[in-house]
């Protein structure tokens, strides 16, 4: 059992209509996710799975703007779906591709992530940074592609 973040692309129309209907949104992003769609051929998506507890804590010891847990705007009021419209993530591209994966790692502290209760809570691990590394390269090409063909984004939190 786990909390997880993942991110899909989505089209300003997408968006809209999940805003009006919830319910249809949550149906619709799990479909994205399982089916070839073909309203975007080859949609960016990323699974940052349980890395983003760490990564939103090298994020914000880099001082970058991006906060997973509070930019975009909620779907779903228990939390568990988030919208990113096409400007926020222009805005979080710009912002990632401009941040190379060092300026982050200097910030990696596994005893301090771990006295801090950073989840997933298993900095002790030699090969956490390269697992997050991992994902943060996923992240950036995830927002750089959105960003490059006009999509938003979806963003799923789930438990």
Do not use: C
Not at 58 to 71: R, S
Not at 89 to 109: F, G, I, K, N
Not at 137 to 150: C, Q, S, T
Request: net charge negative.
């Amino acid at each position: 059992m786990g909390m997880y973040i993942s991110f899909i692309s989505a089209t300003t129309e997408e968006l809209d209509k999940a805003v009006e209907d919830p319910g249809w949104a949550v149906d619709h992003v799990d479909e994205l996710y399982e089916s070839e769609d073909s309203a975007v051929p080859d949609r960016p998506s990323a699974d940052l799975d349980k890395a983003w507890g760490g990564l939103q804590f090298l994020l914000d010891e880099a001082e970058m703007g991006l906060e997973f847990m509070m930019d975009g705007f909620v779907i779903v009021e228990e939390g568990t779906l988030f919208g990113w419209s096409v400007e926020d993530v222009r805005t979080a591209a710009r912002e990632l591709r401009a941040t190379p994966w060092q300026r982050l790692a200097v910030h990696y502290d596994a005893e301090r992530m771990n006295k801090e209760d950073v989840y997933p809570r298993v900095w002790d691990n030699e090969g956490e940074p390269e697992w997050l590394e991992s994902a943060y390269g996923e992240l950036v090409e995830f927002f750089g592609a959105a960003a490059d063909r006009g999509l938003g984004a979806f963003m799923t939190f789930s438990f």
